[in-house]
Nanobody, 124 residues
Framework: QVQLVESGGGLVQAGGSLRLSCAASGRTFGNYIMGWFRQAPGKEREFVAAIRWSDSNPYYADSVKGRFTISRDNAKNTVHLQMNSLKPEDTAVYYC?????????????????WGQGTQVTVSS
């Protein structure tokens, strides 16, 4: 029902910034939740941030709070993740996901639709 495409990944030095984007096509977001997850090699996929489409209220994992900002562009059906003060431990493939519910969720199983991911590498 929906397709998600991430972009904006790359290689940066520690302390640098990147801005990820997730463009959606097909079903509109409506009152749903959009989330960002990340997965490092050999690690479990973990929650990063989420945003409620209807009012843009955000929620962040403790590991990125104060450094990352999630936002949405209603006109472009796009969600952004502004990442500042990047650390080597932020290195991972970042995935965009959507959950067709108004309720907050941070578990991967709660998000049925996923993009293909974009690589973020932070060098020390």
């Amino acid at each position: 029902q929906v397709q998600l495409v991430e972009s904006g990944g790359g290689l940066v030095q520690a302390g640098g910034s990147l801005r990820l984007s997730c463009a959606a096509s097909g079903r509109t977001f409506g009152n749903y939740i959009m989330g960002w997850f990340r997965q490092a090699p050999g690690k479990e996929r973990e929650f990063v941030a989420a945003i409620r489409w209807s009012d843009s209220n955000p929620y962040y994992a403790d590991s990125v709070k104060g450094r990352f900002t999630i936002s949405r562009d209603n006109a472009k059906n796009t969600v952004h993740l502004q990442m500042n003060s990047l650390k080597p431990e932020d290195t991972a493939v970042y995935y965009c996901a959507t959950r067709y519910s108004y309720r907050w969720a941070t578990a991967t199983d709660d998000y049925p639709y996923w993009g293909q991911g974009t690589q973020v590498t932070v060098s020390s």
